[in-house]
């Protein structure tokens, strides 16, 4: 589904992913570890296509296309969704409309309002965000654990192809990691991918890891299976710095 070939990428002056390699198959989960500025949420928004950063080398390919002269929009329509490390707010428009107008756009078919908003709630009643919110403003006033639970939201409204959750975890206590990790396990399928980014083991308790890979100064520097997460969890980076 995604193959990312060589890729580099940069601010300015300063060159963030350095040769990245890695390729997501139809019905894997992969999860990326490393520690703060080691370039994981940089890959993200390159697959998005966010306008400040410039591949300077390599290229990134959806299901055989090229992704490089596609917009962010355009990416979004192919079917890749990214989950925000930090939710931004949009305040004058309402859950409900924001989402039911993304679905539209996603899919080009015209959504039956009284039956949209039955879903939504359905689906709301399973993350357990109380229904009124689908009347308010996008993230306005909502607490840092409900942000990230309107992001697992959005993923399961929306049905991407590839799902990029860039720390949905982070900043929530068990409960809501709870709720957050069953959400993404409802969303995920034989015909959808996900790449993960966390320091939290506890979101990956209901998910089947393909791959974990280790991120050090812009580049993987180790691969391997769900065992890694653990190894990190319990030694941290440093024995990774030394094998690189």
Known sequence: MLNIENLRVGVGDKEI????????????????????????????????????????????LFEGEDLAALKTFERARRGIFLSFQTPEEIPGIT?????????????????KILQFHKELLALMKDLQIAPEYANRYMNVGFSGGEKKR????????????????????SGLDVDAVEIV??????FHNAENSCIIITHNAQILKHLPVTRAHIFLNGR?????????????????????????
């Open 95 to 111: 859950v409900e409309n924001m989402l039911r107008t993304a679905k539209q756009a996603v899919t080009g078919e015209k959504i």
């Open 150 to 169: 309107n992001e697992i939201l959005q993923l399961l409204t929306l049905k991407p192809k590839l799902a990029l959750l860039d720390e949905t975890d």
């Open 220 to 244: 993987i520097v180790k691969s391997g299976g769900a065992e890694l997460v653990h190894e990190v969890s319990e030694h941290g980076y440093a024995p990774f710095e030394v094998e690189s």
């Open 17 to 60: 992913l350095r040769g990245l390699s890695l390729n997501v198959g139809r019905g894997e989960i992969h999860v990326i570890l490393g520690p703060n500025g080691s370039g994981k949420s940089t890959l993200m928004n390159v697959i998005l296509g966010h306008p400040k950063y410039q591949i300077t080398g390599g290229k990134i």
């Open 181 to 186: 990790s069953a959400g993404v396990a409802k």
